[in-house]
């Protein structure tokens, strides 16, 4: 399973770090995506990672503001976002591998408000 925490409430132009820690299967050989889905619109994937982390994938949009990672011998995999902008306030879901067809977790809310 898969596991999210970090989101919050936060004021614009602040910074989260999101997590997504796995258990059940083998994490180190699955790649590792994060979607969100915002209030009223269809989810949308955000960031990959390859199993190794030796490569990482971006949406256009969100590239530079958000940063992937994993940890393999943590099994947990992370997603910093920095400059966090009203319109990032969605719910943020992790899964492997990145093609969503396996593993998902339950989500974890980000507002972001002043």
């Known amino acids: 399973q898969l596991v999210e925490s970090g989101g919050g409430l936060v004021q614009p132009g602040e910074s989260l770090r999101l997590s997504c820690a796995a258990s059940?299967?083998?994490?180190?050989?699955?790649?590792i995506a994060w979607f969100r889905q915002a209030p009223g619109k269809e989810r949308e994937g955000v960031s990959c990672i390859t199993d190794s982390g030796g490569t990482t994938y971006y949406v256009d949009s969100e590239e530079g503001r958000f940063t992937i990672s994993r940890d393999n011998a943590k099994n947990t995999a992370y997603l910093q976002i920095n400059s966090l902008k009203p319109e990032d306030t969605a719910v943020y879901y992790c899964?492997?591998?990145?093609?969503?067809?396996?593993?998902w977790g339950q989500g974890t809310q980000v507002t972001v408000s002043s």
């Open positions: 059940g299967f083998s994490f180190e050989y699955f790649d």
């Open positions: 899964a492997a591998p990145c093609n969503g067809l396996g593993w």
